[in-house]
């Protein structure tokens, strides 16, 4: 069973079945699931018996998941160069401290306290690197941080496609959970 992103339904077609005549037409317009999409609806269908409540927040407790191994992957990557970059602006921090004169210090200070938030927190810390791995699948993309390293900017690409399918599936399982609750709890029967 895959999905059909861009219409947001599902294909019902058995892939073990002989190509009908008229599928080329039938298929226009319509992006093919991936393998990705198959393991992940796999994966959550599991699920259908249990209470939905139980299926949302395991399903949101995936994407925390999906977050963690995200800023496991971007930590890796950027961590030391960002330590190196850390390093150097606090040398120059001491050098304005140690190059202005105490009236002078706080003109500086002020148009420079934006840019020293980051002079004493390395940006890749696991809970950093995991905000940025959800703003990379959730495609927000807030742009406080990005990888500067040839490698962590690949796996951008290598993380972010897949992990973007795959929060599609996600959100996808949950709203057509929340909707059939809806459907079934307020419905125009039940009033």
């Known amino acids: 069973m895959g999905l059909i992103f861009a219409l947001g339904k599902e294909n019902t077609r058995d892939p073990t079945a002989a190509p009908r005549e008229n599928e080329e037409e039938e298929e226009d317009g319509e992006v093919e699931a991936t393998w990705i999409a198959n393991f992940v609806n796999g994966f959550v269908d599991k699920f259908v018996g249990l209470p939905r409540i139980v299926q949302l927040f395991s399903l949101y407790f995936g994407l925390g998941i999906l977050a963690g191994i995200g800023g496991m992957i971007f930590k890796t990557c950027e961590y030391e160069h960002e330590n190196k970059l850390l390093i150097e602006r606090n040398q120059i921090w001491t050098w304005i401290e140690g190059n202005f004169t105490a009236e002078e210090i706080p003109t500086v200070l002020q148009w ?42 690949i796996m951008v690409f290598i993380y972010g496609l897949p992990a973007i399918m795959i929060y599609g599936v996600v959100a996808k399982k949950n709203w057509t959970s929340c909707y059939t609750f809806y459907e079934s709890s307020f419905s125009k029967t039940n009033l």
């Not at 390395?122 to 941080?145: C, D, M, R, S, V």
Request: glycine share 10%; hydrophobic share 40%.
């Open 112 to 153: 420079g306290e934006v840019a020293k938030q980051y002079n004493d927190n390395n940006k890749w810390e696991i809970h950093y690197a995991a905000f940025f791995a959800a703003t990379t699948f959730t495609t927000t993309g807030f742009g406080l941080q990005a990888p500067l390293t040839p490698l962590g900017r």
